[in-house]
């Protein structure tokens, strides 16, 4: 028997696909800064991104629109189901409407603010610490940010989803904490004295964008609510997110640039129209698949999908670290150190989410596809004790018949045709 087993399910390509769009995009970003600025200031070049992702979210009408032509072509070759042809029993999902009355919108509106507010930290954070991108734009503040994303997402997943904490998943989190115990030091070591960088000012900007980690976890936590109480299909929501944060964008917009006087300083030039076009599109297409994997996983599966940005950092560093010629041993043992502590963390999650399965220790008695096998086993043994008994019962009255009842003959077929 193998120690490990990959548990692989088809909906695992959406992951893979946002890890490389997320690598073949911010790493450009890391690398050519100036594609994707423009404007001289932080602030505004960072709502300019929430107003891109904004567009992304509404893209997200022409999926809504092929879903409507695609169920219409089903219905119009299906009937209508009546109460009078289910025999006048009332159907057990009667209700479903109202509890999107009562509740759906109000918390799809609260899933529109946490969205809006994540997005706009960043800005935020500029805004309030005076810092630029320079300065606190480093892996260091990405993977803080990162961490306490991860270990919120867990945290919700228990206290709100009430996820069972099995054996598995106690390790899971137990190797999270091991990665980034080894990860942040080795950040921390790589950017120390560094000129570009100032610490104080990067633990400021941090300690504002850190609230990120508690936003966007808890409107993954509500998508996932939504997705599995009101049975609405991710296409929907996310336009639906992306009309309720369009109004919230149009309304704060004039706002914000009223009462602080803004002078705009935006600039396009061709190579700044193309990064709009193709942020815009990618981020539509992992905003997308960033809810199928919540829809067919859980809100915690996006750890690994954060993991992602991890994974860019660290591919910079190692391509400045190839590019400095003033190289250092510590630097490549530090390099290395992160790789080994993102490879855990990403290890952690697919374990938590039962995407890798270690068969030792009774790590794999309550993944799903142990408490399946052993319900198929413990059928068997029920249909084979259900035999014996009737069996014995056939022995004891008729003893010199052999005949079998058509119940026996069943049990028997079964029993066969599993075998």
């Known amino acids: 028997m193998s120690f490990i087993s990959f548990n692989w399910d088809k909906h695992f390509i959406f992951a893979i696909i946002y890890w490389a769009l997320e690598i073949c995009v911010r790493l450009p970003m890391y690398i050519q800064w100036d594609y994707f600025s423009m404007s001289k200031s932080d602030v505004q070049n960072e709502y300019i991104f929430v107003i891109l992702l904004n567009i992304s979210d509404l893209l997200s009408i022409f999926l809504v629109l092929y879903i409507k032509c695609a169920f219409r072509r089903k219905k119009d070759g299906n009937n209508k189901l009546t109460k009078e042809n289910t025999g006048g029993v009332e159907l057990i999902y009667k209700d479903i409407e109202n509890i999107k009355s009562n509740h759906f919108w109000k918390k799809m509106i609260l899933v529109s603010l946490l969205s809006y507010f994540s997005r706009s930290l960043y800005w935020i954070s500029y805004a309030i610490s005076g810092a630029n991108n320079e300065e606190v734009s480093h892996q260091l503040q990405k993977d ?87 049975y609405i299909l991710p296409e929907y929501l996310m336009f639906l997110r992306g009309i309720f944060e369009a109004i919230i964008i149009i309304c704060i917009t004039p706002i914000l640039y009223y009462s602080f006087g803004i002078k705009w300083t935006i600039y396009f030039e061709k190579k700044h129209i193309i990064t709009i076009i193709v942020y815009t599109l990618s981020s539509f297409v992992k905003s997308y698949f960033l809810i199928k994997i ?60 039962e995407v890798i ?27 084979e004790l259900e035999l014996a008994r009737i069996s014995t019962f056939d022995e004891n009255n008729s003893p010199t018949e052999n005949i079998i009842s058509p119940q026996e003959k069943s049990i028997v077929d079964d029993i066969n045709y599993e075998e």
């Open 144 to 230: 803080v940010v990162n961490t306490f994303d991860i270990l919120m997402r867990y945290i919700f997943s228990i206290f709100i989803l009430r996820t069972i904490i099995h054996k598995h998943r106690i390790l899971s989190i137990t190797l999270i904490f091991c990665g980034f115990v080894i990860l942040l030091p080795a950040d921390f070591l790589l950017i120390n004295g560094k000129d570009e960088i100032s610490m104080a000012t990067t633990l400021f900007y941090v300690g504002i964008l850190v609230l990120i980690s508690i936003s966007l976890p808890l409107e993954d936590t509500i998508i996932k609510q939504l997705l599995s109480d009101s």
């Open 294 to 353: 919540i829809y067919h996983f859980s809100s915690q599966s996006v750890s690994f999908l954060v993991i992602s940005e991890s994974v860019t950092g660290s591919i910079n560093e190692i391509i400045e670290f190839i590019k400095d010629e003033n190289k250092e041993p510590l630097d490549i043992l530090l390099l290395i150190l992160e790789m080994i502590g993102i490879l855990i963390i990403a290890f952690a999650t697919l374990l938590y989410d």
């Open 357 to 383: 399965i270690i068969k030792k220790w009774k790590l794999d008695e309550n993944v799903k596809s142990g408490i399946i096998s052993r319900g198929e086993e413990d059928m068997i043994k029920l249909k």
